[in-house]
């Protein structure tokens, strides 16, 4: 029988993991890591008890019961620890149960570039913080308070003793009296008493537990009933309505907004989202600094593309074969070379807006009639070009390349979707990001992206291992429909390649190399004792 070995969420053989596309070989150092984190939580019980009742305002940490590991939520990037409050006297307060949510190191690249969980942690603060202030009307979970690795604690100022909530109180009255810029509503307080004893040293976030009562996660139920039209346009017109109350809000710049030391919020990290922390997990480095924010959408999609080149010159298993390397490198190029086909030039320098680029149903919460009840898992937010905000790609339960496929399904869906958009835009009185120009409405700037092809390409953006798909299947059409030589994939390979670098042979060299020793260590692994 085939040797198997531990994912996080699944075993795999080696004629599996021969396949995968992504560094398996890293992957495997994820489960014995996990154990080991979570013993550590685990061990830290009455740390955390004090952080709750910290954060909380309560008059003892014996008040705080943490829930046992076979209860805790474990998603991809966190684990989230319940903890139960007893006799919890708390009007604003819906149920007694708090989640304590902390990063999982492992897995967002914490040992390769230190600095990544408060990264994340920071960017996700600033999210809620910023969600609270300007669109109240946006159903997130209450964020209680957060703290970083390095001691830094955050809490609301309601749940601070009263003669300090008093002054914070007055001091955000004051300032604002003054026109200068207000604090958000967290609060530095460093504990020493939590310091005293942290044993994790890691940061974390203390967050609402959405209850039964308030919803349930959309994937529980949108496989099995997707069809149904009427869930689907409440669930659709709700979305829509989520999606025009944030980005009728433009941002200055490109960007991540997070709490800095002193409690305001600014728009100064690097735009955060999924792919660049999960390419720097497997050690590849994406060479954009944390302090790198964009005023151009082709500055911000140069660095990504940037991104993309890193993980075929740094990931070892990157590609199968010569073969492959041209097919990559080729279309790389191809992507610098359109990218102005793309892009309205009128838009270059904004609109900026927050947007949501993980959400996935787990991350919606929905009552019995798919209403959306609550938003959970904002830390990929992040202010980005409006031509870039697209319907969700789960919306047909296809995976991406399949939707480059045969996007006829999908498109369905997609015009259904901006119809609902369109109509909240005609009820809300929404003109346009530019005066009343209605060809700056957000609806019609989805639909514009749909026609010029710019969905793709910002999808192909997100997508580090589909990106060459999306390139081949919907890109590259595009401009070879009037050619006469219809195939011109022999041309194109024989090519464009060369343009992708100055090293292109050297690369090449090294990436067949990186492979082969790659699969040696992968037969290895799987290999009997």
């Avoid at 390095?150 to 003054?178: A, K, V």
């Avoid at 949108?222 to 809000?249: G, M, P, Y």
């Amino acid at each position: 029988m085939p040797k198997s070995r531990h994912l996080l969420r699944e075993d795999i053989t080696y004629s599996t993991a021969r396949k995968e596309e992504v560094n398996i070989l890293h992957r495997l150092g994820y489960y014995d890591q996990q154990n080991e984190f979570f013993a550590r939580i685990s061990d830290s019980r009455g740390w955390i008890q004090a952080v709750v009742a910290y954060h909380l305002g309560l008059t003892s940490p014996d008040e705080c019961q943490v829930a046992d590991i076979v209860d805790w939520l474990h998603g991809s990037f966190n684990v989230c620890v319940p903890v139960t409050i007893n006799n919890w006297k708390n009007s604003r307060q819906t149920g007694q149960r708090v989640l304590l949510r902390l990063p999982l190191p492992y897995r967002v690249g914490e040992s390769f570039h230190p600095g990544n969980v408060d990264e994340k942690i920071r960017c996700e603060a600033g999210t809620y913080a910023w969600l609270q202030d300007n669109c109240p009307d946006v159903p997130i979970p209450k964020l209680y308070g957060f703290a970083l690795s390095t001691g830094e604690t955050f809490t609301h100022i309601e749940n601070l003793p009263f003669l300090s909530s008093c002054f914070q109180h007055l001091r955000r009255l004051l300032l604002s009296y003054l026109n200068r810029q207000v604090p958000t509503r967290y609060v530095p307080c460093p504990s020493t008493r939590l310091l005293d004893q942290r044993t994790l040293r890691t940061g974390y976030i203390l967050v609402e537990y959405i209850e039964g009562t308030t919803g349930e996660m959309l994937s529980s139920t949108w496989k099995k009933r997707h069809n149904d039209t009427q869930l689907r346009t409440n669930l659709f017109r709700d979305l829509a309505r989520i999606l025009l109350s944030v980005s009728q809000l433009s941002l200055p710049k490109i960007g991540s907004l997070v709490i800095d030391h002193s409690g305001f919020l600014q728009l100064i990290n690097r735009p955060l989202s999924l792919e660049i922390q999960d390419l720097e997990n497997e050690r590849i480095p994406t060479h954009i600094a944390r302090d790198y924010t964009y005023s151009t959408v082709g500055s911000y999609i140069t660095d990504i593309l940037g991104v993309h080149d890193s993980r075929l010159i740094n990931q070892p298993n990157a590609i199968n074969d010569s073969g492959d390397y041209l097919y990559q490198a080729s279309a790389l190029t191809a992507m610098r070379a359109v990218l102005p086909s793309f892009f309205r030039r009128e838009l270059c320098r904004g609109p900026f807006v927050l947007s949501f680029t993980d959400l996935h149903p787990s991350n919606i919460f929905v009552d019995k009639d798919w209403h959306i009840t609550a938003l959970v898992d904002l830390e990929w937010a992040c202010a980005r070009p409006v031509e870039m905000i697209r319907t969700p790609t789960w919306l047909t339960n296809q995976a991406v390349d399949e939707i480059a496929e045969t996007p006829e399904e999908y498109d369905q869906m997609r015009a259904e979707f901006v119809d609902t958009l369109r109509t909240e835009e005609d009820r809300s009185g929404f003109t346009g990001f530019v005066g009343s120009n209605c060809e700056s409405r957000l609806s019609t700037i989805m639909g514009k992206g749909w026609e010029s092809g710019a969905f793709w390409y910002s999808l192909a953006l997100a997508s580090p291992t589909g990106l060459f798909s999306v390139f081949y299947k919907q890109i590259q059409p595009r401009f070879l429909k009037y050619c006469s030589d219809q195939d011109g994939c022999d041309t194109f390979h024989q090519a464009m390649p060369w343009y992708w670098s100055q090293d292109f042979v050297r690369i090449g060299a090294r990436k067949l190399a990186d492979k082969k020793e790659y699969d040696i260590r992968l037969r290895e692994e799987f290999q009997d004792e």
